[in-house]
């Protein structure tokens, strides 16, 4: 297949403690109270996306302790440094401080005795406390961290969520993406990137985006850059989607093997997931924009478990097998009666 994609590069190698409280508390909306060592965060960097809870640690056992996480803490850790002695609460919490932890999250509202503030502060340490439930708060943290050390490659084409439906529209220079984007997006689509697009692997999904400089422009040859938002109104484009089809125009070639009964469901990969993958031959008077919209119901179709391929397939198996018992259902006319019709 001509269709490629840049090689796979992360977003972030590393996110300092700094960044990840003010992206935490402005794009996320997670109240957070700095208890301890809050200057240090500048210092402090994280680089994993995955998180841990120190609880074994607290009470000695060392040999596995993810340290270089996040680490959090809950209601059980608190309890079980409440009920120690004050002496044995410094050891116990001394016990995962000599390590250079990142960043510790007190959740459920939760505080540590000032004795344990104090020693994180020596040791550098920023801890913050957050009023939500620990697992709700651990959801919507690895969620966040998955985004910001994520995977993402750049690829030549246009993005357009056509019935909600993500279809990425490649091809060679100058075959008509653009024109083909700027058509469904007059007849009510909507447009998420053109010429650059980012594809985010997110979790077990790829979603596809514009860059910063280029979301809601358009190039089309000839006429120039064209502001799609400023043109058809903020409904007329959206700055994330995720990625269902990948739609590779090519010119007509009578010698290249074409798809003709979509049997054989052919699919490319993009940062190790399986895309569904469409050839689509074009030729002068082809209406690629109805075709576009078709794919994505046709996909839609396939979602909620129909397959036109399929079905005429079997509609052909049941022709066969009534014309092996002396019939010949295809000279059939497709009713059996007409009714009047005067129109």
């Known amino acids: 297949m001509p269709f490629s994609t840049h090689s796979p590069i992360p977003i972030n190698e590393k996110l300092t403690v700094e960044e990840l409280i003010t992206k935490l508390r402005k794009q996320v909306k997670v109240n957070l109270i700095a208890c301890a060592a809050e200057k240090k965060c500048c210092d402090k960097f994280v680089s994993e996306a995955e998180l841990n809870r120190p609880g074994l640690a607290l009470t000695g056992y060392l040999d596995v302790f993810s340290w270089q996480r996040v680490q959090i803490i809950g209601n059980t850790e608190t309890n079980y440094l409440e009920k120690l002695p004050e002496d044995k609460q410094l050891e116990a919490f001394g016990n995962i401080t000599k390590f250079d932890l990142p960043i510790i999250f007190l959740t459920n509202g939760n505080t540590l005795p000032n004795a344990l503030l104090e020693n994180a502060t020596q040791r550098g340490i920023p801890i913050y406390t957050t009023p939500y439930e620990t697992t709700r708060f651990m959801l919507l943290l690895k969620d966040f961290l998955d985004d910001q050390f994520a995977l993402q490659t750049m690829v030549h084409g246009a993005m357009v969520d056509v019935y ?180």
């Not at 653009?178 to 990137?193: C, K, Y």
């Not at 190790?272 to 209406?287: A, H, M, R, V």
Request: aromatic share 6%.
């Open 164 to 343: 909600g439906v993500g279809i990425l529209i490649v091809g060679k220079s100058g075959i008509g993406k653009s024109e083909i984007a700027l058509d469904l997006v007059e007849r009510g689509h909507r447009l998420v990137a053109d010429d650059v697009v980012m594809i985010t692997k997110k979790g077990s999904v790829l979603m596809a985006s514009a860059t910063t400089m280029s979301k809601h422009f358009m190039e089309i040859r000839g006429l120039g850059i064209v502001d799609v938002m400023s043109m058809f109104g903020i409904r007329s484009v959206r700055y994330q989607k995720r990625l269902e089809i990948v739609t590779e125009l090519s010119l007509w070639d009578d010698a290249h093997e074409i798809n003709r009964t979509g049997l054989d469901h052919d699919q490319v990969g993009i940062l190790d997931n399986e895309i569904s993958y469409i050839q689509l031959p074009i030729t002068p008077g082809k209406n690629i924009t109805v075709i576009a919209e078709v794919i994505a119901m046709n996909h839609l179709l396939k979602h909620y478990g129909y397959d036109a391929a399929e079905a005429f397939q079997e509609r052909i198996k049941s022709s066969i097998a009534e014309k092996t018992k002396g019939m010949n259902p295809s000279m059939k006319r497709a009713i059996e009666y007409f009714e009047g019709d005067i129109e």
